[in-house]
């Protein structure tokens, strides 16, 4: 590990990754590494001056090229059977790639935030 942890934070498009390369971008003590799925993305991010990566979690291949000297990791998740296979193999990755420390947080899909009306 570096003298500061590089700490990769997935879903760095949507609102939850996206506030937390904000939050972590200002943070002197980490690199932050946006991981997006389209090169056009990751190019945003480098525009921004934040490192980026292509990391899609249904893309196999895309997953340990997207770990290297990763010491830490924000995993965000749907809410789907899919998120089993995605998560499953994103952590056996991460734990041959030597990544440290990892935050898993599984979101749920847009009908199950919505405010529940009782009669």
Same mark, same amino acid.
């Given at each position: ?12 498009? =949507?609102?939850?990754? =996206? ?58 998740? =749907? ?18 790639? =030597? ?21």
């Amino acid at each position: 590990m570096t003298d500061k942890p590089n700490i990769l934070v997935l879903g760095a498009t =949507g609102k939850v990754g =996206g506030e937390v390369i904000s939050q972590l971008v200002n943070n002197k003590n980490v690199n932050v590494v946006a991981a997006t799925r389209s090169p056009e993305k990751a190019q945003s991010f480098k525009n921004k001056g934040i490192n980026s990566v292509i990391l899609d979690l249904d893309d196999p291949e895309t997953i340990a090229p997207a770990l290297k000297d990763i010491d830490r990791a924000l995993l965000l998740t =749907g809410y789907t059977v899919d998120m089993l296979r995605q998560s499953k193999r994103f952590l056996d990755t991460a734990k041959h790639t =030597g990544v440290e420390h990892i935050v898993h947080i599984g979101a749920s899909t847009a009908p199950t935030n919505q405010e529940e009306k009782y009669d």
